[in-house]
């Protein structure tokens, strides 16, 4: 891939929208606002990781907070190209390329907007390969790379930078902001050299989602082919198969947190899956045992569709798959599993692979 | 008054802390801060709002949150001068001199060391001839000025600039980060070209402060002669003599929010006068009726030694008297009014100044 161009965007929509494990904003908002910014300024030029200029700057735009908001309270439009420019500003050197911070169905279309408005290579690479609710939850983190500075803003024009003491600082620090602006904010954050870019991002990202959404996408496989394939391309695994029975959910804090209940299609068995939420799905029991954990990737998709399903669309009755893909090697260390294990979000369960739950009967 | 020495910042500390109505913070660890920073750097040159250059820029340097906090966590020396550079960096503009942006027993001397620390002249002035709680009661807002872009940081180094569409959303914004840093933080904001100074800031308060310190510092007037010429040189009124028998507050939102309740030393009498603050004294009620209210002046001074008393140093039994001065004339217009009067702070009383109050029988 060496343009973004309409087809990508819709492809890479619904594929970053899996990844994005639930979180990550709706695909649809974000999609087309990328569309519409290809459409006018023309198709982004994607750059591999290992086509970056290791001296030059390269930065992340994004949006920060709960997702569900964005559905009520649009974009202006501005705001994406404002925050970056402000960074920009603010660090007093031209920023030579924009990434994805996170794989989301928003979070992976504004670096696209960004790149095409301003005529800037995307990287093919983000700090995740997943989505997470908070902002230290990112690779560069795990690398000793700042947040800060960052930019942050809201659509009627409020700008904040943020330079922090750490990177847990930062994420208070923007998501009190967040909150304030009305629970959802455009930001720009962990500027990196090229030789960080390398170093510290989850590379093919970009890639990885074109190839999952194209497959979803498909119009000439079956279902079943698909979900194979998907499986074949993630290293996936296929957990469960049910029904949204109940959905428990608020907005507090900037997040939108819930637990979610799926029970087995066929009632007599008895099994169900919960799961939990922040903004993306951490936690899946099954009849109370863990069958994925955190950091590990737990992805929901419509049963028929395959499209991904995101925490502000569950509803009752809806009928899902559920999978898990492993996540990235740098997620599975210490300092990794410490940053965004279970029992950083107050699960007390050890992190396990979910590769390893599976041998144990996790899976479908 | 051309410098500003250790007996200058004596009287400054308490005359401010007077015009402070209760908020500002406590002049003790104000003024400590002051006197160590005039001893190491040298006393500090004052000009006049009339002597400033029209076309270089001025800032204030303050504190802003629950000045209770203050007590428990001290500042650490450096975030004084290191928020003020911080937004003179932003700015690209060497700023020329600071001021006060209130009156207050901290706010009035964190100037004098940014001033001293950096060698620069402290303008004789500040925004508000008094203290109030929110970042947009300043006669620079008055005036369409606006208060950003501002810097903020906390004692630990994180930092924020802040730049808003409206001054109202520089509060909300520098607020959300106040409480999120830990309730208190250091703040300068509202850059002011040295004409917008001379145009809209309050003139001479520095040395009205030092003129009312010094009265009631001096060891050869006695206590009514001292409380004569106080009400001499304020233009301001007697209201009460009293107990304060009751005083219920709270620190909510980065405030201290609360009431007091004070009743007359002849009991028999059955006079009370309540008075409810936000940091600073707003209103103040004899049996039921104002006597006076926000934006004119609600001063608690120490019976005996007419040391202005802060809202968080009330309690039950403290003998205290209570005096009102008019406000600056900037205050007493309709937007002055709907900007600091008493329905802003949420009391259904029509604004009427003190001193028609006064003639309708609110004085001892």
Chains 1, 2 share one sequence.
Request: glycine content about 10%; overall charge negative.
């Amino acid at each position: 891939m060496h343009k973004i161009d309409a087809e990508a965007i819709e492809n890479i929509a619904v594929g970053a929208a899996l990844l994005g494990t639930g979180g990550g904003g709706d695909p649809y908002i974000g999609k087309m606002m990328a569309l519409s910014a290809v459409n006018e300024y023309g198709p982004v030029r994607v750059i591999s990781p290992e086509e970056v200029d290791e001296e030059a700057v390269y930065t992340p735009a994004a949006s920060m907070g709960a997702p569900s908001i964005m559905i009520e309270k649009m974009p202006k439009g501005d705001e994406f190209v404002r925050v970056f420019q402000k960074l920009e500003k603010y660090l007093g050197k031209e920023i030579k390329g924009v990434f994805p911070i996170e794989a989301g169905g928003v979070n992976s279309m504004i670096p696209i907007i960004v790149a095409a408005q301003l005529n800037l290579p995307l990287v093919d690479c983000d700090g995740m390969g997943r989505a997470f609710p908070e902002l230290q939850m990112v690779t560069f983190h795990l690398n000793g790379i700042s947040s800060t500075p960052m930019a942050i803003t809201d659509e009627k024009g409020n700008i904040g930078i943020i330079e922090t003491i750490d990177n847990v600082w930062a994420e208070r620090l923007a998501r009190t902001a967040t909150v304030e602006m009305g629970a959802r904010a455009l930001i720009s954050n962990c500027p990196c050299t090229g030789k960080e870019v390398k170093q510290a991002s989850i590379h093919n990202v970009v890639s990885l989602s074109e190839n999952i959404g194209r497959i979803i996408r498909s119009k000439e496989l079956e279902t079943q082919e698909k979900f194979n394939q998907l499986l074949e391309i993630t290293g996936g695994f296929d957990l469960f198969n049910g029904k949204i029975t109940d959905v428990q959910r608020n907005i507090e804090a900037g997040f939108n947190r819930g637990k979610m209940v799926i029970e087995g299609l066929k009632n007599d068995t008895g099994e169900q899956v919960e799961i939990y939420f922040q903004n993306e799905n951490l936690i899946a029991l099954k009849n109370g045992e863990p069958i994925a954990l955190t950091p590990d990737l737990i992805c929901l998709v419509d049963q028929e569709t395959l499209a991904p399903v995101t925490t502000e669309s569950l509803k009752y009755g809806k009928r899902v798959r559920v999978l898990s893909l492993p996540s990235a090697s740098q997620w599975r260390t210490n300092i990794g599993i410490e940053t965004v294990g279970p029992r950083y979000f107050g699960y007390e369960y050890e992190y396990t692979p979910v590769e390893d739950l599976v041998k144990n009967g996790a899976c479908v």
